[in-house]
């Protein structure tokens, strides 16, 4: 079987615009919960305010490990065990960060 180089180059295309549309995703989402929340705080609805700012920041910080998780997924479909392999290192470094962090505060 012969792989052309331009339809390498179009398969990487294609997995560089799945992460890059989950990211500006992620951030459009981010951006929207936290104005809502702002502008919450600014009206003076202060029960929902501070919970709508939470949840923007957890999704701001959310979408870089999604995005992680996501190319792992595209990595083993497309069995390129090696960046499958460097992308579980990532997310067990992340969630043992995420651990460590709840364990000591």
């Known amino acids: 079987m012969v792989v052309r180089e331009d339809s390498v180059e179009t398969k990487h295309e294609a997995i560089e615009l799945v992460l890059a549309r989950l990211l500006r995703l992620g951030s459009l989402v981010a951006a929207a919960l936290l104005a809502v ?3 919450a705080m600014v009206v003076g609805l202060t029960g929902i305010a501070p919970r709508l700012i939470t949840a923007g920041l957890l999704v701001l910080l959310g979408t870089p490990v999604l995005r992680v998780a ?12 090696y960046f499958a392999f460097f992308c579980a290192v990532v997310l067990a470094a992340l969630a043992t960060g995420i651990l460590l962090g709840r364990a000591g505060g």
């Open 37 to 39: 929340g702002l502008t």
């Open 70 to 81: 996501a190319a792992a997924l595209i990595f083993v479909r497309e069995r390129d065990w």
